[in-house]
């Protein structure tokens, strides 16, 4: 899918193309960008980004404004913006969810755990803060559920793709 961007006052044009497990081929003019990505919060993009055979993790922090998103890449504002083409938005396509397993971003400290086994919670709920590098995330709940087990404690050192807690999904039995 075709995007026309207008970020930090330069027009960009992006194709933009989804793979399986949420990856990404971005290209930019004649560069290529292969982007493995979890939703963390509403608020929190963790991205791997290989380019040219470099990999690099990037958190990218984004609000939503009246005049466009604000992206927050290490340090850095961006105002990123769908421009008009022929007197049309471009389609935008449907913004990624919260993800389906609570696990850290990026290697990570537990510093807090707001829920116990058997509890009932929301989706949306805070579940877990962990702290990485003097900032701390809170980690939420993907849907409704009930707590099924822990896998951490505070102070644990924890990883991406290690998932925290479990929770059984309402109306689903675990076999």
């Not at 929190?44 to 466009?68: C, D, F, K, W």
């Amino acid at each position: 899918m075709a995007y026309n961007l207008e970020v930090a006052q330069k027009n960009i044009l992006a194709e933009v193309d989804v793979c399986e497990d949420r990856g990404l081929k971005i290209s930019v003019g004649k560069e290529i960008y292969d982007v493995n990505y979890k939703v963390v919060s509403d608020s929190l993009i963790h991205m791997q980004i290989n380019n040219n055979g470099r990999t690099r993790q990037v958190n990218a922090y984004v609000s939503r404004g009246p005049e466009g998103k604000t992206v927050v890449i290490s340090g850095r504002n961006y105002l990123v913006k769908d421009i008009e083409e022929n007197g049309r938005k471009v389609k935008k396509s449907a913004a990624p969810g919260i993800p389906d397993q609570i696990t850290p971003p990026m290697p990570a400290v537990v510093v807090r755990i707001f829920v116990q086994v058997g509890e009932h919670v929301k989706k949306g709920q805070r579940i877990i803060v962990v702290s990485a590098m003097k900032m701390e995330t809170t980690l939420s709940a993907p849907y409704n559920g009930k707590v099924a087990r822990i896998n951490a404690a505070i102070n644990d050192k924890v990883a991406p793709g290690q998932i925290l807690v479990e929770i059984e999904k309402e109306g689903e039995v675990k076999k």
